[in-house]
């Protein structure tokens, strides 16, 4: 007989503490302080002294260029698609399945979000998908690494290539991962990674944007410091950028250096854990492992998401499934991303506001596959706990069989 889980008043498998993120020691401390000695603080001028190392540091890991570095990763989405040329009226073909931020950047400069499907083994963008959407409005794809999968880089550059589109990688999720041995965020026109605090590295928030391209990095440049040039710039480059001020400072740079160093050690360790879960979870009934791609030549991700099938389960819903395995000390999610069509910031229809927002609104938006993943099917465990050692996680392991052994028909 099965033991009582926890969920219906049993004892919790665990209560100790999973590992805590951020990681960081003396070094990040060290940086800091040294920071504050210089009094030169800020990001002007731009890029500033640490800033400037650690975009080239950063760029260099991912094959690329240049990087510039932004407040955000929703701003660095910004300025790359603005870099991109998008403008008011422009769509930008993306995922249903990703962060809000993904559309508001593109929301953010008048240009509308369209969401397409994702691929059901990997839950990335579904490129025939986005093939399919593409009209004489489009002026990007923007594919999201959603989670520990990269896009299919390979179709969604051939039908962006075959159209004159731009690609803009969001990589929010995917420090460190490399496609057939190209750094992500290199393989697009852009790049735009997050460094907030959940994300694999972090000085609390900042950005920045990868890109092999001339033009578009001074364009980026521009965006990110008021619209300047730098000496090295043509001023054609740069032209009519009406620029904002989303530069990082010194402090986050320092910080961000020390985490860089500390990427490729915690990216082995990591994705060596997800392995071994994957190979446990892969023997258990009604669950299933998305795709790893062969083409990731190096993998990495921010979450592990795995498949839940209820109907293995009698029917029991993947929430009460995830509510089960909090109970027993796993720190997990369920719904951890919606598509994001049903966002409330698409409901504007609805407002009375006297305008026509029927571009921007989806009220009928339909992708099944993202849907069935958000509401039924997605367990997301966060990175961190990748960091663990092996008691961690046979923790991880023991702790999702004593669920599914309990249910198990
Ligand atoms: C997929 C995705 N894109 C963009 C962002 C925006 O990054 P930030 O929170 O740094 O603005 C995030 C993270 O929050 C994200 O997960």
Redesign the pocket.
């Known amino acids: 007989m099965s033991e009582t889980l926890a969920v219906d008043g049993g004892a919790p498998f665990r209560r100790k503490k999973w590992p805590q993120w951020p990681v960081h020691d003396e070094r990040e401390v060290e940086g800091l302080r040294a920071v504050v000695k210089t009094g030169n603080w800020g990001g002007f001028p731009s890029p500033n002294v640490e800033a400037a190392k650690f975009a080239e540091a950063f760029a260099s890991y991912h094959g690329a260029k240049y990087g510039n570095c932004t407040a955000?990763?929703?701003t660095a989405?910004e300025v790359a698609l603005k870099a991109a040329g998008v403008e008011a009226g422009d769509e930008v073909i993306m995922p249903a399945l990703?962060?809000v931020?993904?559309a508001a950047a593109a929301l953010y400069m008048g240009a509308v979000p369209v969401f397409v499907d994702i691929d059901p083994e990997t839950w990335c963008i579904d490129p025939g998908e986005a093939e399919r959407a593409i009209t004489e409005r489009t002026k990007a794809i923007l594919p999201?690494h959603l989670g520990s999968r990269i896009a299919d880089m390979d179709s969604i550059m051939e039908v962006a290539r075959a159209r004159g589109l731009r690609v803009v990688e969001?990589c929010?999720?995917m420090h460190g991962g490399f496609w057939d041995g190209q750094g992500v965020g290199s393989i697009g026109d852009l790049g735009a990674f997050?460094f907030?605090n959940t994300k694999l590295m972090t000085a609390g928030?900042g950005?920045i944007v990868l890109t092999n391209d001339d033009d578009l990095d001074a364009r980026c440049h521009a965006y990110v410091d008021c619209g300047r040039l730098r000496p090295e710039d043509k001023p054609a480059e740069a032209q009519g950028v009406f620029g904002w001020n989303y530069r990082i400072t010194e402090f986050q740079a320092a910080i961000l250096r020390v985490q860089l160093e500390r990427l490729p050690e915690q990216v082995e360790h990591r994705e060596a854990n997800k392995v071994r879960l994957t190979n446990a979870l892969d023997g258990i009934d009604g669950l299933s492992m998305l795709k790893l791609d062969e083409r990731i030549t190096q993998p990495s991700g921010y979450g592990y998401y795995f498949r839940y099938h209820a109907d293995h389960f009698g029917g029991v819903s993947r929430d009460k499934f995830m509510v089960a395995l909090r109970h027993e000390g796993l720190l997990c999610y369920g719904a951890f991303y919606e598509p994001v069509y049903k966002d409330k910031l698409f409901a504007w229809q609805d407002t009375g506001v006297d305008y026509d927002y029927s571009r921007v609104s989806c009220p009928n938006a339909s992708c099944p596959n993202a849907e069935r993943a958000a509401y039924e099917q997605s367990i997301w465990i966060p990175h961190e706990l990748f960091l663990g050692d092996d008691a961690d996680l046979d923790d991880i392991i023991t702790i999702i069989e004593k669920v599914t052994t309990a249910w198990a028909p």
Do not use: K, P, Y
């Open positions: 955000s990763g929703t989405l990703t962060f931020a993904t999201v969001d929010a999720h997050s907030q928030e950005g």
